[in-house]
């Protein structure tokens, strides 16, 4: 059974930083892209970034840029999103997700993706 679970999400200020994960099991995504998207209250998910599948190259919305950084450890199947000056509109449920193609290169688009975690909650204080 495929599983991606998230975990570091929490309450922070602004300006401050957390760092999530996505564990996966169940099989291996070391060829495939990953992503985050987030969710807030009252809105449509949406994409945060991504990471082609040999990490070699990341997008990001430009919300985002200069701020957050994707990683991934093929060998410990995890991706990670590092979130630096958080702001409160920052505020959403975070979700991983995992490529359904092969040696994808990442994707913006919520649909490429075949495979999602149960979402971690970030809440960004003023």
């Known amino acids: 059974q495929v599983q991606l679970v998230e975990s570091g999400g929490g309450l922070v200020q602004a300006g401050g930083s957390l760092r999530l994960s996505c564990a996966a099991s169940?099989?291996?995504?070391?060829?495939?892209?990953m992503g985050w998207f987030r969710q807030a209250p009252g809105k449509e998910r949406e994409f945060v970034a991504a990471?082609?599948?040999?990490?070699?190259?990341?997008y990001y919305a430009d919300f985002v840029k200069g701020r957050f950084t994707i990683s991934r450890d093929g060998a410990e199947n995890t991706m990670y999103l590092q979130m630096n000056s958080l702001e409160p509109q920052d505020t959403a449920v975070y979700y991983c997700?995992?490529?359904?193609?092969?040696?994808?290169?990442?994707?913006?688009?919520?649909?490429?993706?075949?495979?999602w975690g149960q979402g971690t909650q970030v809440t960004v204080s003023s």
């Open positions: 169940g099989r291996t995504f070391s060829s495939y892209a």
């Open positions: 997700a995992a490529d359904s193609r092969v040696s994808s290169s990442g994707s913006s688009w919520y649909g490429d993706y075949a495979y």
């Open positions: 990471i082609s599948w040999s990490g070699g190259t990341a």
